[in-house]
């Protein structure tokens, strides 16, 4: 590709990224959060919980095959959906508070892109060396030794892309016996297309697409500038400190006032796992990952010039700065008015889920009542509504229930196909009961329009009881 | 701003072997515009990477395989087949195909099973209120309503109350949707027949209009005592045989009960003449020989658990 050309170009090939390695307080805080969040999602499907006989003794579990999900003592049922809603709202306006708190942090430390990459990055110095030996690697031709690195890295790769789709299926089966299946494969076929499709994300994801997901296919880049305001910490140049940069000469001191702190080393850019060179300032590339700062502390140590030159900076600090103010304390810019209203929503919604918790039953009762027709006459004036009742029993010992009208003597129950207000619903399991309501002839419920009812199901035990509410149409006359 | 003039389509962002830039130069230079301005808002006009070109050729060639394999080109009448000869009806017959012969087993069951004890096979019971809830849909509803409540007052039953003409059991209720009623398809069916008092003038004005208040007061509603006295005699005698010295009706004969609050053609002083006068039956077709044995029999089961079954 000639950069001289006049005519416009088309496409552009990726230019490789090469980041060279870089020890520092963010590199190593990196490290334990990728160690920390690879173990959660390995180890997880593999804790155990005893949940009693006939129930699934994982910990965490996705049953889709029986509509259920199992976080230890918490068990999930299809119609109880909101406390799912709820998380995935809380994780959203998490999502909310860290950016306006602190930037792209989700973006440049806890993404699986960040950190799978981060992953496939490590592996491949590991085996080819640091970005001077990969850099001389990639321009060489094809030969023994590179044919011999490049299939040793793209086979742990690989490793590592199955490992990542086979802990994925494990979250949605009994882990051990899917395991044994899968080895000796008599598995579904569905457990080994999502390893498969998995695997293939995985491994080009972290091995080939590396940044360009960031910066062409993930829309969280544009969402969060949104939400990042002059208050918001993100890594910044100190471009009023650094500039103008030049290189320093051995034992030859630049005039003062003639040249900035920034000795153009590179070190920061050659570090970004984005190929991106934070001196241009702020930009959609930028995933906030820290590394430049590290390295360009290291070089600053060792020029013997203050740290800081690259560091995590509001923009507000930016302007204060460059007129030679302090900076404000990072605290005042994390706890001002807008992440206090990101925490207290977040904070709310958390303690009204785990209320909710707390006060579920383990019956639950939905109660539908039948519209065509909505009433019928029966032969002795009476007047009859049917309503189909779900009853569910999310206990695991068999339940009996015992159906009730309140506060209404003139409506009675009664069970279809059966005597008697007695049902049985057996354990963890809902039924669809069709009853009825007779209201006696000439009651107020029998000629009126819309009677409010409320139906108790109540266990013969007496240990719980609920009621729903629903109404009675009488004749209307 | 930029100036596009000035600039040199420097495209390439940074290339492996790095140039180091001119520590002069504050600035990189820019990429090229597009030209557009939007509220001073510019536009890059960057090339898109290599991948996304190879997506889209990709997406070009799979089009091409495409239409060689599946229905593609639209033609007058219908669209090129491909040569695989994919069809989605084909695909839902291939469907329904294999749950009807999945439902073979259980229609064997319905069939061998006694009629009586379907409720007592919960699941079979399920399987018939299922499908005969499907069979009701499209060969009932017309009279009967979807719901089953029938059209009030119009001749066409209710069959969710608790009042049958022909007997509310599974086994009348099959009877029933077997042959059919009034009919002359089939010598099983059933068949009712009432005098037509008024038109064949068996009864004058004046004892139609006494037998009417005493069917009346039967019902338990307002009437003419007076009148209703003088009609209990004639009921005894024209009426009493089919419909029951108390008015309690005869499934056996298809009279039904006149004692109570459910009416098949209304129940008020006129409704009640009009049918002493002119009597008024219904018809209802047989579906031996249009259903299947195991359909008839679903059908029968899911009308008995409607909430009249007897």
Known sequence: MSTSDDTPQLYAAREPIFPRRVSGAFR??????????????????????????????????????????????????????????????????????FTSALGRVWCGYACPQTVWTDLFILVERWIEGD???????????????????????????????????????????????????????????VAYTTIAVLTGTTFLFGGFFREQVCIYACPWPRIQAAMMDEDTITVAYREWRGEPRGKLKKGQAAPEGSQGDCIDCMACVNVCPMGIDIRD?????????????????????????????????????????????EPISPWKHVFRLRTMIYTVLWAGIGVALVVALFLRTDIDMSIAPIRNPTFVVLSDGSVRNAYDIRLRNMHNEPRQFFLTVADNPSIRLTIEGAPGQLVSVDPDQQLNQRVYLTAAAGTPAARGEQTPVQIWASVIDGTTRIFGETVFNGRGQ | MVDPTKKTPENKVRPPERQYPDPKAKLKQEPPTTGHSWDGIEEYDN????????????????????????????????????ILGYSTRAEVAEDIDRFNERNEVWFDRLVEADLAEINDDRDLQSFAVNAGAAVFRAQCSQCHGTG???????????????????????????????????????????????????????????????????????????ADGELAEAGEGIYMDNCASCHGDNGDGDTFVGAPPLNTAVWLYGGSYEDIRETVVNARFGIMPGFDGRLRDAEIRAVAAYVHQLGGGQ
């Open chain 2, 47 to 82: 090339p898109m990477p290599r991948w996304w070109l190879w997506l889209f050729y990709l997406t070009i060639i799979w089009a091409l395989i495409y239409m060689i394999f599946y229905p593609a080109w639209p033609l007058v009448t219908r669209a090129t087949s491909g």
């Open chain 1, 281 to 325: 300032g702020q930009q959609l590339a930028c995933i906030t990952c820290g590394l430049c700062i590290d390295a360009c502390n290291d070089v600053m140590d060792r020029i013997g010039k203050p740290r800081g030159l690259i560091g995590y900076l509001a923009l507000s600090d930016e302007v204060r700065e460059r007129d030679g103010k």
């Open chain 2, 148 to 222: 089953g409540a029938g059209v009030q007052a119009s001749g066409f039953p209710n069959l969710l109350d608790d009042e049958w003409i022909w007997g509310g059991g599974i086994e009348d209720i099959h009877q029933t949707v077997r042959y059919g009623i009034r009919n002359e398809d089939y010598p099983d069916a059933r068949w009712s027949e009432m005098p037509a008092f008024g038109r064949d003038e068996i009864l004058n004005d004046e004892q139609i209009d006494q037998v009417v208040h005493y069917v009346l007061q039967l019902s338990g509603q307002e």
């Open chain 1, 28 to 97: 190593t805080l990196k490290w334990w959060l990728l160690a920390v969040m690879l173990g959660i999602y390995y180890v997880t499907p593999w804790i155990r919980w005893d949940r009693g006989p006939e129930m699934p003794d994982q910990a965490v579990l996705v049953d889709l095959a029986n509509r259920r999900f199992f976080f230890f003592m918490i068990e999930i049922w299809p119609h109880e959906f909101y406390f799912v809603a709820g998380l995935l709202i809380m994780a959203g306006i998490g999502l909310f508070l």
């Open chain 1, 131 to 189: 970005r001077n030996a990969r850099l001389r690697l990639y321009r060489q031709k094809w030969n023994v030794e590179k044919t011999r690195k490049y299939g040793l890295k793209w086979l742990v790769w690989l490793l590592i892309a199955v490992a990542t789709g086979g802990a994925w299926v494990f979250y949605f089966t009994d882990a051990p016996t899917l395991l044994r299946d899968l080895v000796t494969f008599s598995a579904h076929p």
